[in-house]
């Protein structure tokens, strides 16, 4: 049970929550409550988060989940929060069989079956300034929508035949980004989406919450997909 008071402290602290309506306050609100029973937050490196706080990450945690539901909560058990941006250490074995490692400075990171990990610094930031095409909340949580069908290959868990479309228009879209990038041009949408179709579906899921006018003005039809995924966009 969220008590009243606080739901209606963190909710003014959330710029998509403005223009919600009742029925998806709602459903919203069911989510987030079972989302801190659910799933332990726990604040790294000297971080403090007070109740407000913890109901915030877990209103923009549940935002993504209100048209596909309660079981996006599976495969997540616990989220850490780091101050701000943190390292992680990778390592690659190439062809040759030498293995490489080098640390990344990240804002925020989802393990396939493990925790959802985001830097406090940038969650406040997409808070702040919530039209700018950046929602590290929302990347990382398409990341876990997209794993809960065994593969994170930028296509979630999905009926068959919006699977096929979708899994056409997705790819085709991702292929002219690739091309652009490959070709030095600048891209209306963060290059980082040319990474992977993983990459790419969290990319632009970023976009349908932060700046669907250029989503839909770039890739018409990945907009369309998502407003059916998510539902209809907050912002813009």
């Avoid at 998806?24 to 332990?40: G, K, P, T």
């Avoid at 990319?203 to 250029?214: G, I, K, L, Q």
């Amino acid at each position: 049970m969220i008590d009243p008071g606080t739901w209606r402290q963190a909710a003014a602290g959330l710029p998509w929550l403005r223009t919600i309506d009742a029925d998806r306050n709602a459903r919203l609100h069911a989510l987030a409550a079972e989302f801190l029973q659910r799933i332990a937050i726990t604040p790294l490196h000297g971080l403090a988060l007070n109740e407000v706080q913890r109901l915030r990450l877990a209103m923009l945690c549940c935002l993504p989940l209100l048209e596909f539901g309660r079981e996006g909560l599976h495969g997540c058990s616990q989220l850490l929060v780091y101050p701000d941006a943190f390292r992680v250490q990778r390592s690659h074995q190439d062809a040759h069989g030498v293995l490489h490692e080098w640390d990344d400075e990240l804002i925020g990171e989802a393990w396939e079956r493990g925790p959802v990990i985001l830097s406090w610094a940038d969650v406040r930031a997409d808070i702040a300034t919530p039209g700018e095409g950046y929602c590290v909340v929302a990347h990382e949580i398409a990341h876990k929508l997209d794993a809960l069908d065994g593969a994170m290959d930028g296509t979630p868990p999905l009926p068959r035949d919006w699977q096929k479309r979708w899994a056409s228009d997705f790819q085709r879209a991702y292929d002219a980004l690739c091309t652009q990038v490959d070709a030095g041009r600048e891209t209306a949408i963060d290059a980082y989406a040319a990474e992977s179709p993983e990459e790419f579906f969290a990319v632009c899921s970023e976009y349908h919450f932060s700046d669907v006018v250029t989503l839909r003005s770039a890739m018409p039809e990945v907009a369309a997909h998502l407003q059916r995924f998510y539902g209809p966009p907050l912002l813009g």
